[in-house]
T-cell receptor, first 110, second 110 residues
Framework: DVKVTQSSRYLVKRTGEKVFLECVQD?????MFWYRQDPGLGLRLIYF???????EKGDIPEGYSVSREKKERFSLILESASTNQTSMYLC?????????FGSGTQLSVL | GQNIDQPTEMTATEGAIVQINCTYQ??????LFWYQQHAGEAPTFLSY????GLEEKGRFSSFLSRSKGYSYLLLKELQMKDSASYLC???????????FGRGTSLIVHP
């Protein structure tokens, strides 16, 4: 079975902190994604990567950056966390026809 | 980009049939996806339609009409465990990236 692993299930951070969310997939997928999910707003794309060191901005990239140094790992970075970044963060990977999601990180910024 | 519309919430009775509709507007089309998401869990892939018609997979079927910008997910013989959010997602022509609708929360009651 394909496995997409996110490093933390729950995370609490303070405003202004630098936050790293890690995602690892074990199926050699080229495409990896970071979404955030908020009630009533659905899944919104933050960043997308189609290869090592390659990235594209999604719909809401402001306040975020990403890193993909190895094919299996895609990291989301909040340079200076703010309260409006409190959300569920979902990582996904997959070929064109299907995405596999990690179990998510519920981030609370206080 | 796309404009994806699906009902916010639906209720149905155990054993019944329910149809969840999804309409979309896109400049070019490269596939429509349905995902299921139980509360507190990651979305899981249900179906992928790129050609017109009905795709059946057990109790679940998905229909696509590209000319009408319309899809539905049909769930038969509803079970309590089908209570979940159902996410419709559309991919633009030439893109790897699915854009998600806001999801339909389905409540199945006895």
């Amino acid at each position: 079975d394909v496995k997409v692993t996110q490093s933390s299930r729950y995370l609490v951070k303070r405003t202004g902190e630098k936050v790293f969310l890690e995602c690892v997939q074990d199926m050699d997928h080229e495409n990896m994604f970071w979404y955030r999910q908020d009630p009533g707003l659905g899944l919104r794309l933050i960043y997308f990567s189609y290869d090592v060191k390659m990235k594209e901005k999604g719909d809401i990239p402001e306040g975020y950056s990403v890193s993909r140094e190895k094919k299996e790992r895609f990291s989301l970075i909040l340079e200076s966390a703010s309260t409006n970044q409190t959300s569920m963060y979902l990582c996904a990977s997959g070929p064109g026809e299907k995405l596999f999601f990690g179990s998510g990180t519920q981030l609370s910024v206080l | 980009g796309q404009n994806i519309d699906q009902p916010t919430e639906m209720t149905a009775t155990e054993g019944a049939i329910v149809q969840i509709n999804c309409t979309y507007q896109t400049s070019g089309f490269n596939g429509l996806f349905w995902y299921q998401q139980h509360a507190g869990e990651a979305p899981t892939f249900l179906s992928y339609n790129v050609l017109d018609g009905l795709e059946e997979k057990g109790r679940f079927s998905s229909f696509l009409s590209r000319s009408k910008g319309y899809s539905y997910l049909l769930l038969k013989e509803l079970q309590m465990k089908d209570s979940a959010s159902y996410l419709c997602a559309v991919r633009d022509e030439g893109s790897y990236i699915p854009t998600f609708g806001r999801g339909t929360s389905l409540i199945v009651h006895p």
